[in-house]
């Protein structure tokens, strides 16, 4: 009865945790087995040779069952991975297939002889637009790839956030371009990497854009205290649904809301959060007491006044 109290809980170890414990927990098992209740008891040493037996059936049973635990462990890590990867690229071929349209349409029809100009212009302008949107879905393969080989580095300088917040809304304009932005930034300098921020905050963007109706605004607020950088966006879309807000940051994971639109891959919010890691920072999503969804970034930052205030000042 003992023996199979021991067993059942490495069983349980070997389940729940590494190999390594497991097989650790196993050893140990046998020790305090053979310490506490083999003959003689107190000591290490073994009298009958049937408890030698149990002692080394114990350890053996415990082994097998931690190694065929991890197996089934690695073996659920494999699915998973497949899972993703295959969600990956439909999500990516979906991205894809527009654009590439759109610009073969408009190239195509850049070949006409009975377009004015002005029609020419425009077409011209929609193979612009959609060979940016290639390029920054590019971008994102490319920045989870580093963020999935953990290869993003910070190369951290002084900047204002009124600065950082102005690059991520040219990186995000194609999807806010119908969105009144309001910025409000503190009159500081902080130290970040600020392409590794504008980019992350223009995924928070593009996301405010995309999910929320034609016109509405987006807010942006950044607030510097004396060790963080805080950033704020709030959209006047439906929220988030409560059963959806754990998944959020799951790579390639569009909710229900999300798989009615026409572009986007899923990545946005995975990616702004694994740049935004890189610097030693998280990010958040809620609901807004008013409606609509806020996406919180903090950085910890060094601050000082920035350059103008010390102007001001003198």
Avoid at 104 to 113: K, P, R, Y
Avoid at 210 to 228: F, K, L, N, T, W
Wanted: overall charge negative; glycine content about 6%.
């Amino acid at each position: 009865m003992v023996s199979l109290s021991f067993l059942l809980i490495v069983l349980v170890v070997a389940t729940m945790s590494t190999r390594r414990i497991a097989v650790t927990t196993s050893i140990a098992a046998s020790f305090c087995f053979n310490f506490f209740f083999l003959e003689p008891v107190g000591t290490l040493r073994i009298a009958n040779p049937q408890n030698l037996a149990e002692l080394f059936t114990l350890l053996a049973v415990s082994v097998v069952a931690s190694h065929l635990s991890s197996q089934v462990r690695e073996a659920q890590v494999l699915r998973r991975a497949a899972e993703l990867k295959s969600a990956l690229l439909e999500s990516l071929s979906h991205a894809l297939k527009t654009p590439l349209t759109a610009v073969t349409v408009a190239a195509n029809n850049l070949n006409a002889s009975s377009l004015t100009p002005e029609e020419r212009r425009e077409q011209a302008a929609i193979v612009r637009a959609e060979l940016d949107r290639l390029n920054r879905l590019f971008q994102d393969v490319v920045d989870m790839a580093r963020i999935e080989t953990r290869a993003v580095i910070a190369e951290r300088e002084w900047v204002e956030p009124g600065d950082i917040i102005e690059a991520a809304a040219r990186q995000a304009e194609p999807a806010c371009d119908t969105h009144p932005l309001t910025v409000g930034a503190d009159r500081a300098l902080v130290r970040v990497d600020p392409r590794l921020t504008s980019a992350a905050l223009a995924h928070v963007l593009e996301n405010a854009g995309q999910y929320s109706p034609a016109g509405s605004a987006i807010d942006v607020r950044a607030v510097v205290s004396q060790h963080e950088l805080r950033i704020d966006v709030r959209d006047r879309g439906i929220g988030i649904n409560p059963d959806e807000q754990h998944r959020l940051f799951e790579r390639s994971y569009r909710g229900a809301h999300a798989r009615e639109q026409r572009f986007g891959t899923g990545m946005g919010l995975t990616i702004a959060q694994g740049l935004i890691a890189a610097e030693g920072g998280r990010i958040a999503v809620a609901n807004h007491p008013e409606g609509g969804a806020v996406v919180t970034i903090a950085l910890p930052v060094e601050s000082r006044p920035s350059a103008a205030l010390d102007g001001e000042a003198v």
